[in-house]
T-cell receptor, first 113, second 112 residues
Framework: AQRVTQPEKLLSVFKGAPVELKCNYSYSGSPELFWYVQYSRQRLQLLLR??SRESIKGFTADLNKGETSFHLKKPFAQEEDSAMYYC???????????????FGKGTKLSVIP | DAGITQSPRHKVTETGTPVTLRCHQT?????MYWYRQDPGHGLRLIHYSYGVKDTDKGEVSDGYSVSRSKTEDFLLTLESATSSQTSVYFCASEGGDRFEQYFGPGTRLTVT
């Protein structure tokens, strides 16, 4: 069974401070991990994925297989970063090559001006 | 936004009534998904489809059924709505860029 754990429901930081949103996972195979973001009253959108190793909006995330973690980091928080962040793991579904995303419960990031 | 829409966007219904939510995508994506979003639970998969007429259950499928008669449409039906099904429902589709799901704007359903 696959599982994603985001231990913090709410994280408040001051503008300009570093941000780290934690994500731990449990999966028996080789994981594909993602961070999705949901701004207020908007749809979820992909922020980044570990296989692309890119930095989006200043955010980065490194997959640590030893610690089974995929923490999201940003060196200097901005007010516009305030949103709900979901860590997700892609695992194989039962139907014809399908994959299922398992989401964590989410962390609400609040950046204080 | 990958051309994915949901209807209705808001609905209030009474316990025991049937409800159908519609998801429509214009990207010819093969895979489509229905999630519900609840505080403290994040997003949970209800059902998904891996092709026309090919569907399977997700984590929280009890009380829900789905149908996909065309590539572009994926319907979620609550046969007899209950108050525990009050939630925000998101549809998503996945196509050429493997693993990236595109989400619809959501449907806020209230069962009274």
């Amino acid at each position: 069974a696959q599982r994603v754990t985001q231990p913090e429901k709410l994280l408040s930081v001051f503008k300009g401070a570093p941000v780290e949103l934690k994500c731990n996972y449990s999966y028996s195979g080789s994981p594909e991990l993602f961070w999705y973001v949901q701004y207020s009253r908007q749809r979820l959108q992909l922020l980044l994925r570990h296989i692309s190793r890119e930095s989006i909006k200043g955010f980065t995330a490194d997959l640590n297989k030893g610690e089974t973690s995929f923490h999201l980091k940003k060196p200097f928080a901005q007010e516009e970063d305030s949103a709900m962040y979901y860590c997700a793991l892609s695992g194989r579904g039962s139907g014809a090559g399908s994959y299922q995303l398992t989401f964590g419960k989410g962390t609400k990031l609040s950046v204080i001006p | 936004d990958a051309g994915i829409t949901q209807s209705p966007r808001h609905k209030v219904t009474e316990t025991g009534t049937p409800v159908t939510l519609r998801c429509h995508q214009t990207e010819n994506h093969r895979y489509m998904y229905w999630y519900r979003q609840d505080p403290g639970h994040g997003l949970r998969l209800i059902h998904y489809s891996y092709g026309v007429k090919d569907t399977d259950k997700g984590e929280v499928s009890d009380g829900y059924s789905v149908s996909r008669s065309k590539t572009e449409d994926f319907l979620l039906t609550l046969e007899s709505a209950t108050s525990s099904q009050t939630s925000v429902y998101f549809c998503a589709s996945e196509g050429g860029d493997r693993f990236e799901q595109y989400f619809g704007p959501g449907t806020r359903l209230t069962v009274t």
